[in-house]
């Protein structure tokens, strides 16, 4: 059982590294085509329609004028996503970044400084008298129990009912 319980979650990670795989624009079914962000049902179905219609694509430039729809832009867009024209991703557009090097290609962000005409944080705020009246209105609530200390007291009740119990079963009994 153990095993084909592996061999299901090994088998589902190797379809996911195909999954971010590069599609090629001749090559790729509608379901491959489907795969690329940007790309939806429709506009898979005219590029296969394109392509066996008129033949393969040569480069980019004869994608973007065959199918309708794809501009500079989109093609861009697209090229980025992971699609290909014959093996070649669209020239000029950002190659697609894996998966660990999009965390590591954001850049941290930089400590906020304060402002030189801030005042200081050591500084305390003058009270106003309707700051007053705000804390005088709003009684303080009592602290909560977290579910910890709630099950830890209803378990020390538990106790003490059964050592009550087990003491008057003890006093009956002699």
């Known amino acids: 059982m153990f095993k084909k319980?592996?061999?299901a979650v090994a088998a589902m990670i190797a379809t996911m590294?195909?999954?971010?795989?590069?599609?090629?624009v001749n090559?790729?079914?509608q379901a491959a085509l489907d795969g690329i962000k940007g790309i939806g049902p429709a506009r898979s179905k005219a590029i296969i329609e394109e392509r066996t219609k008129n033949g393969s694509f040569k480069d980019w430039a004869d994608f973007e004028a065959r199918v309708k729809g794809i501009g500079d832009k989109n093609s861009t867009k697209l090229s980025e996503a992971g699609l290909t024209v014959n093996g070649q991703a669209k020239p000029g557009a950002p190659a697609k970044p894996a998966a660990a090097d999009k965390s590591a290609s954001k850049p941290a962000k930089a400590a906020k400084e304060p402002k030189a005409d801030a005042k200081p944080a050591d500084v305390p705020a003058k009270a106003t008298k309707a700051d007053d009246?705000?804390?005088e209105k709003t009684p303080e609530?009592?602290?909560?129990?977290?579910?910890?200390?709630?099950k830890a007291a209803k378990a020390e009740k538990a106790d003490a009912?059964?050592?009550?119990?087990?003491?008057?079963?003890e006093g009956k009994a002699k």
């Open 133 to 135: 009246k705000a804390t």
């Open 141 to 150: 609530k009592p602290v909560k129990a977290s579910k910890a200390e709630k």
């Open 17 to 24: 590294g195909f999954a971010f795989a590069d599609v090629d």
């Open 27 to 29: 090559k790729g079914d």
């Open 5 to 7: 319980l592996l061999l």
């Open 161 to 169: 009912a059964e050592k009550a119990a087990a003491s008057a079963k």
